[in-house]
């Protein structure tokens, strides 16, 4: 009696350890991915007026100006059943400094309403570089759709928010910028989600 019941047990333990083994082993199995950006960015460019034209001693020199852009950019990550992780960045050309850019990380979070579509959530952070060889660090979150076409081709829309870490005294660098985008996703690797 004793040698069943043991028998018994350890069968259904052993069935649920190999169920478990295969649920996680499905759960973060992943695919590489490359991806192309084409965006639309705007910032927020902090300034100063020139000091000796205040009349007031107590007069404030910094101003804004906001400015927007196209810009393009380049991911490489992996992707699993309900992660993005991946390294970004994007260039972009603005009056105020001709080139600018960022190069940063990004981690996502898929919710997945069938096999072909889902949306996201994540947060991104890096450098960004409005200044010649000068970076700023930046924090932000996105959010978006994916439609993937086929297991190797996808479509990305999205929005992206991020501020950056400067000092009143700075000049001519971005507060904060955001960015509509549509990505054209390349996945490869035999990934099985």
């Not at 069943?4 to 295969?22: D, P, R, W, Y």
């Amino acid at each position: 009696m004793l040698r069943k019941l043991v028998l018994s047990v350890l069968l259904v333990l052993g069935t649920s350890a190999i169920a478990q083994e295969s649920y996680f082993q499905n759960e973060y199995d992943y695919k590489g991915l490359i991806g192309l950006e084409l965006g639309y960015m705007g910032a927020e460019i902090q300034k100063h007026h020139d000091p000796s034209t205040c009349v007031d001693p107590s007069c404030d020199t910094r101003y804004t100006s906001t400015s927007s852009n196209p810009s393009l950019g380049l991911k490489l990550g992996g992707e699993s059943k309900h992660y993005r992780a991946f390294i970004d960045m994007r260039i972009w050309n603005d009056s105020d400094y001709d080139t600018a850019g960022t190069v940063g990380l990004a981690l996502q979070y898929l919710i997945r309403l069938n096999n072909h579509f889902n949306f996201f959530l994540g947060v991104n952070g890096g450098g960004i570089n409005t200044v010649s060889d000068e970076f700023d660090a930046y924090f932000g979150g996105d959010a978006g759709i994916n439609y993937d076409i086929n297991e190797n081709l996808g479509l990305e829309f999205g929005l992206r928010y991020s501020d950056v870490q400067i000092n009143d005294s700075d000049n001519l660098k971005a507060d904060y910028f955001y960015q509509g985008y549509f990505s054209v996703i390349f996945k490869f690797t035999d990934g099985d989600y």
